[in-house]
């Protein structure tokens, strides 16, 4: 089905949302449709966020929202759902559009397979009927669904429709782009270059597998390195985790700006406990590259300034690769925690692969390297 048929069907006309690569036909409409009006479509920090902006919505208005997510975005979504949507505390009506990765019986990436398998049972127990989408749905099935859907929201509860792969499709969608003198690929390069035989954690997505060609391609092994799969914006706290622990050692975490705003407050955590022994490096590319490139609010941002107001003792923002390289060394002879944001541009190889190894080989591996 067309998003903008999609769209037109469910007739709603705030929407809010995280990004996901089989929503991204949504996606693409959504900013042909309303760009970047906040008042029509607002791309959030996380899924939790969302329910919470869908709940102000509908409390000036009394009409039903959007939120859109990929199905990883269930866990952040709970809290409020639980807590202030729900029936039973304030009632708030919502309509939650959800893809649908690691279905069952579809090939994906290991960090899917339990979260597809478990994706209709949460929404069961949260008591959230669904309707389950694919290429085949037609239009008058989408829109008999949510004439059943009527009766639900009255009720003050949620719903959702679940988009299998393949389900929605578009034409136009803006190519985002960012003016920068780097790509992420470059910015990795170079911070092996420097990290030596040091640890590194990165974050889920293209930075994980820029990570691990990279170390492919010089023939490297990949034994430093803990490549996050899943659990968006927690690769800080566990490179954190693990710098706490093995004060000795001198661990590097690679992340990206849509990590760094999904929990923000992990700065604050990470500011106060300040190990010497850790460099965090945000590549702000400003965008959610892995699921589509939709923007992130970090565009705007200086996130090096917001480190620096959450007690990091040095920050440092750079947009060339001789400033990356400076800084690099830098902090490896500080001996401070340091956060470097390195401003970069939107775009990876396209025969970019994924890791070989499956997510408890990496573990078992780094485990043995600390």
Not at 16 to 28: E, M, N
Not at 37 to 50: F, M, Q, S, W, Y
Not at 186 to 191: D, G
Not at 322 to 328: F, N, P, V, Y
Request: glycine share 10%.
């Amino acid at each position: 089905m067309d998003a903008k048929e999609f769209m037109d069907i469910i007739g709603a006309d705030f929407y809010t949302g995280v990004p996901d690569s089989l929503l991204k036909p949504l996606c693409s409409c959504l900013e042909d449709s309303w760009g970047s009006d906040p008042h029509r479509h607002l791309i959030a920090a996380n899924e939790g966020c969302c329910a919470a902006l869908a709940a102000g919505y509908h409390l000036a208005t009394g009409k039903v929202p959007v939120v859109y997510m990929q199905n990883s975005g269930e866990g952040n979504m709970i809290n409020p759902a639980a807590s202030l949507l729900s029936r039973e505390v304030c009632g708030i009506p919502v309509l939650f559009v959800i893809g649908w990765r690691g279905e069952p019986g579809i090939h994906d990436e290991p960090q899917h397979i339990y979260q597809g398998r478990v994706t209709l049972k949460l929404l069961e127990v949260m008591d959230i009927d669904y309707f389950v989408m694919d290429s085949s749905t037609a239009a008058e099935e989408l829109s008999a669904a949510l004439e059943g859907f009527r009766e639900v929201f009255s009720q003050g509860r949620q719903a959702a429709i679940v988009v299998r792969k393949g389900a929605l499709s578009y034409e136009g969608g803006k190519k985002y782009r960012r003016k920068a003198a780097m790509l992420r690929e470059e910015a990795i390069r170079r911070i092996i270059a420097v990290s030596g035989d040091d640890p590194v954690i990165s974050t889920t997505g293209k930075a994980s597998r820029e990570l691990f060609e990279l170390r492919e391609g010089a023939h490297q092994g990949h034994h430093r390195d803990f490549l996050t799969v899943g659990s968006m914006g927690h690769s800080s706290s566990i490179a954190l985790g693990a710098a706490l622990q093995q004060p000795h050692k001198r661990f590097w975490c690679i992340d990206g700006d849509g990590a760094a705003l999904m929990h923000m407050g992990a700065l604050a955590v990470m500011g106060t406990a300040a190990p010497p022994n850790l460099v965090h490096i945000v590549i702000n590319n400003g965008a959610h590259e892995s699921v589509g490139g939709m923007p992130t609010a970090a565009a705007k941002l200086r996130l090096a300034d917001i480190a620096a107001a959450c007690g990091y003792p040095y920050t440092v923002t750079v947009d060339s690769p001789e400033g990356l390289d400076r800084e690099l060394a830098a902090a490896r002879e500080r001996g401070q925690l340091s956060f470097i944001e390195v401003i970069c541009d939107v775009g990876a190889r396209p025969e970019l692969g994924r890791p070989t190894t499956t997510a408890m080989e990496n573990k078992q591996s780094f485990m043995s390297y600390l």
